[in-house]
């Protein structure tokens, strides 16, 4: 049995993940979805990577699953406690010193979603659609999902990622190929560039936990047991 510890994206809380941790707990393993103050502006990236560590308590065989700006705290996590993997689902990878709000212009975003909007046919309108950008996958959750949407503070967008180097743990990266909101094509080189990985993909938009929860446990299951199941044998021995 694994822990899955799962950090959710900006504005968003664990409601987010409630459709993945039961497919999660339906395979035996325990799920902590984080809750983070993203709402608190007294709050940055110190109190997000607290506040996970306090909600994983003393529970070990950890996968550590951090998903877009999550991607900030997942790692700062993983510096913390010993995880077995983390994997960055649709992740805004950091570099050392860069702030997330730095992120945006330092990796090209700006372009990469004009490249796609041009591609795809999109008018600015859209753009900023949340049902175009979002929820595309989603019409019967749309409502749901907009009612446990939660504020998003800024403050932990103001000060640079604080790690020198990656921390000392397994990584991988998961996207999505019908992602609206992080071209893949973007995401993709981002991977490649900051981390010297091939990155997995799968089907499916942004809020891949609600729009395909099945399939994106079947893929955590599957990245889990190639690493996990590999590398434990060996630290035994």
Not at 54 to 73: E, H, P, W
Not at 124 to 136: L, T
Not at 181 to 197: A, E, H, M, Y
Request: aromatic share 8%.
């Amino acid at each position: 049995m694994a822990t899955y510890v799962l950090i959710p994206p900006a504005g968003s809380g664990p409601w987010y993940w409630h459709l993945l941790a039961e497919q999660l707990r339906d395979r035996g393993h325990d799920v902590v979805a984080v809750d983070l103050p993203c709402d608190d502006d007294s709050a940055g990236l110190a109190e997000y990577t607290a506040a996970a560590v306090r909600a994983i308590g003393g529970r070990t065989d950890l996968v550590v699953v951090a998903q877009s700006f999550g991607a900030f705290t997942g790692p700062l996590v993983c510096d913390r406690v010993h995880a077995d993997l983390l994997v960055l689902l649709t992740p805004m990878v950091p570099a050392p010193g860069e702030s997330p709000g730095e992120w945006w212009g330092s990796t090209g975003y700006a372009e990469a979603r004009q490249v796609q909007a041009e591609r795809e046919g999109w008018t600015p309108e859209q753009d900023g659609d949340s049902n175009v950008v979002f929820f595309h996958e989603l019409p019967p959750l749309v409502e749901e999902a907009m009612a446990n949407a939660r504020d998003q503070s800024g403050t932990p967008f103001e000060k640079p990622w604080p790690l020198a180097a990656w921390p000392d743990v397994p990584t991988r990266a998961l996207l999505c190929r019908g992602d609206r909101f992080f071209p893949i094509d973007f995401l993709r080189k981002l991977v490649s560039d900051r981390l010297c990985l091939t990155a997995d993909e799968m089907d499916g938009g942004h809020p891949v936990a609600l729009s395909r929860p099945r399939e994106l446990a079947d893929r955590l299951e599957e990245i889990r047991r190639e690493v996990c199941e590999v590398t434990r044998p060996a630290q035994r021995g």
